[in-house]
């Protein structure tokens, strides 16, 4: 299963554009990258999924280089309710060729006004 | 609405009495999934269904055991609580039938206590 590595933390401000790099040196060539967000006391929640180049949606964007070693989640224009621990996931594909949810240590994004 | 619910939010037990939390889902997906999230930690996946299929990971405790009666509902089992299981329990689903990962669905949680 391929390890992740995150920051531990970030401080961004209200407004400004928040990039969260995750490592993932050992991604096989079936594993998708995929990113959760966590708020104290909820469970996770999906984010956004990419497999190559640049994947966009209405909160988030994914940018994953040719050689898909490293991803970066971009946040635009955060505000203080992104104050959330952000997860990166990858490796899905289990020994029995199964998928598992498995997560890594998250980053903690702390937004002041 | 709610799609994975997990009863009850917060469970206080005694130390070593049996306990067990539940999670129903709507959404009729294939996978559930038990995570334990301890304080300031990553949630740590317990053990899976695919289908009837039960995919225990290789460091869960033998106290800790699972049950999914049928596609919408899976129960956690601690069969002997100690003061290291007080954690947040996790139930998430999933649709997995092809090669593409789908989203994760993940209820809000249960707290146990253990006194």
């Known amino acids: 299963l391929a390890k992740t590595t995150q920051p531990i933390s970030m401080d961004s401000y209200e407004g400004q554009e928040v990039n969260i790099t995750c490592s993932h040196n050992n991604i096989a060539t079936n594993d998708y990258i995929t990113w959760y967000q966590q708020f104290p006391s909820q469970g996770p929640r999906f984010i956004i999924q990419?497999?190559?180049t640049k994947v966009t949606n209405e909160v988030a964007s994914l940018f994953i280089p040719a050689d898909r070693k490293s991803s970066t989640l971009s946040l635009p224009r955060v505000s203080l309710s992104d104050t959330a621990v952000y997860y990166c996931?990858?490796?899905?594909?289990?020994?029995?060729?199964?998928?598992?949810?498995?997560f890594g240590s998250g980053t903690r994004l702390q937004v002041q006004p | 609405d709610a799609m994975v619910i997990q009863n009850p939010r917060y469970q206080v037990t005694q130390f070593g009495k049996p306990v067990t939390l539940s999670c129903s889902q709507t959404?009729?997906?294939?996978?559930m999934y038990w995570y334990q999230q301890k304080s300031s930690q990553a949630p740590k996946l317990l053990f899976h269904y695919y289908d009837k299929d039960f995919n225990n990971e290789a460091d869960t405790p033998d106290n800790f055991q699972s049950r999914r009666p049928n596609t919408s509902f899976c129960f956690l089992d601690i069969r002997s609580p100690g003061l290291g299981d007080a954690a947040m329990y996790l139930c998430?689903?999933?649709?997995?039938?092809?090669?593409?990962?789908?989203?994760?669905?993940f209820g809000q949680g249960t707290r146990l206590t253990v006194v």
């Open positions: 990419g497999y190559k």
């Open positions: 998430a689903t999933s649709r997995d039938e092809g090669p593409t990962p789908t989203e994760a669905f």
């Open positions: 959404l009729n997906h294939n996978v």
């Open positions: 996931l990858v490796g899905f594909h289990m020994d029995t060729g199964r998928r598992a949810l498995t």
